[in-house]
């Protein structure tokens, strides 16, 4: 069985600070994707990556492909309220889209 | 706002019962992904659509069933509902026939009672 760890599962801090979060897998995948999620609302594409090494930046967030495609992470600077959310990441293995991925997310709180 | 609508929006229904839950993609998208989230799980992937034909399954019920229509939206049934059906029902649309980015409708909230 595919999995996808999402660390930390919860993190709390204030404004201004930075944060990183994890997803970590054991397996190779062809694309991952990183999601936000409000309360309540729909998850909302923030990236996708392909290429093992790859890095993009998205203002003040930063997203990084492992070498290896196994791993990923995403990296806040001078956090804001507004990025309060759930942080999902998901991955795509190879074959059809039942090898969709789906870590448990991060809920991030940034506290004014 | 991703393209994607969901109707109804909040559905309240007694065990027992039926309920159809609608999807329409965004323009041109022609795969659609319907989700299960409650409270104490993920993102469960349930069932997968492209242009009309079922693509893949996750972990649907046998008493949830799908379909998508010639106009590309797509409608969940789901049936002989249980108090821990309440959930999240999300469609998700995509260009593509295979796994990759997806764009998410706001969700339909069930709570059956």
């Known amino acids: 069985t595919q999995l996808l760890e999402q660390s930390p599962q919860f993190l709390s801090i204030q404004e201004g600070e930075n944060l990183t979060v994890y997803c970590n897998s054991s397996s190779v995948f062809s694309s991952l994707q990183w999601y936000r999620q409000e309360p309540g609302e729909g998850p909302v594409l923030l990236v996708t990556v392909v290429t093992g090494g790859e890095v993009k930046k998205l203002k003040r967030l930063t997203f990084q492909f492992g070498d290896a495609r196994k791993d990923s992470s995403l990296h806040i600077t001078a956090a804001q309220p507004g990025d309060t959310g759930l942080y999902l990441c998901v991955g795509a293995a190879q074959g059809g889209s039942e090898k969709l991925v789906f870590g448990k997310g991060t809920k991030l709180t940034v506290n004014p | 706002d991703s393209g994607v609508t969901q109707t109804p929006k909040h559905l309240i229904t007694a065990t027992g019962q039926r309920v159809t839950l609608r999807c329409s993609p965004r323009s041109g998208d022609l795969s659609v992904y319907w989700y299960q989230q409650s409270l104490d799980q993920g993102l469960q992937f349930l069932i997968q659509?492209?242009?009309?034909?079922?693509?893949a399954k996750g972990n649907i019920l046998e008493r949830f069933s799908a379909q998508q229509f010639p106009d590309l939206h797509s409608e969940l049934n789901l049936s002989s509902l249980e108090l821990g059906d309440s959930a999240l029902y999300f469609c998700a649309s995509s260009p593509l026939d295979g796994p990759g980015e997806q764009y998410f409708g706001p969700g339909t909230r069930l709570t059956v009672t």
């Open positions: 659509y492209y242009n009309g034909e079922e693509r």
